[in-house]
């Protein structure tokens, strides 16, 4: 599975900007999260969903800020990000765990199986 992020760009704080995640095959039994790394430090969980049920877990820092959702049938998921402030610059990945239906979510990156490229937010103040 080939994992494409696209969507960022910049803007100014209080923003918000729509990452996508196309995957090249279908990935209806994946489930897919959402990571960031920002210059200088390690990359970091922000979200995941589950394939089947669309369960969805965050990290606080974005808990209430950013939305993520999937369609199966675009075999594509999105991240909705709102009200973006400066520490939210970063170069955001998506990744996809081969999963079964007793698959928990999880927030280690060692736990994915295909990442994407990413794509860079920066939030201006």
């Known amino acids: 599975v080939q994992l494409q992020a696209s969507g960022g760009g910049s803007v100014q704080a209080g923003g918000s900007l729509r990452l996508s995640c196309v995957a090249s095959?279908?990935?209806?039994?994946?489930?897919m999260g959402w990571f960031r790394q920002a210059p200088g430090k390690e990359r970091e969980f922000l979200g995941a969903i589950t394939w089947r049920e669309g369960n969805t877990d965050y990290e606080d820092s974005v808990r209430g800020r950013f939305t993520i959702s999937r369609d199966n049938t675009e075999n594509t998921m999105y991240l909705q990000m709102n009200s973006l402030q400066p520490e939210d610059t970063a170069v955001y990945y998506c990744?996809?765990?081969?999963?079964?239906?007793?698959?928990?979510?999880?927030?280690?990156?060692?736990?994915?199986?295909?990442w994407g490229r990413g794509t860079q937010v920066t939030v201006s103040s």
């Open positions: 095959a279908i990935f209806s039994q994946y489930h």
């Open positions: 990744a996809a765990r081969a999963s079964s239906r007793r698959t928990p979510i999880s927030r280690l990156r060692s736990h994915y199986d295909f």
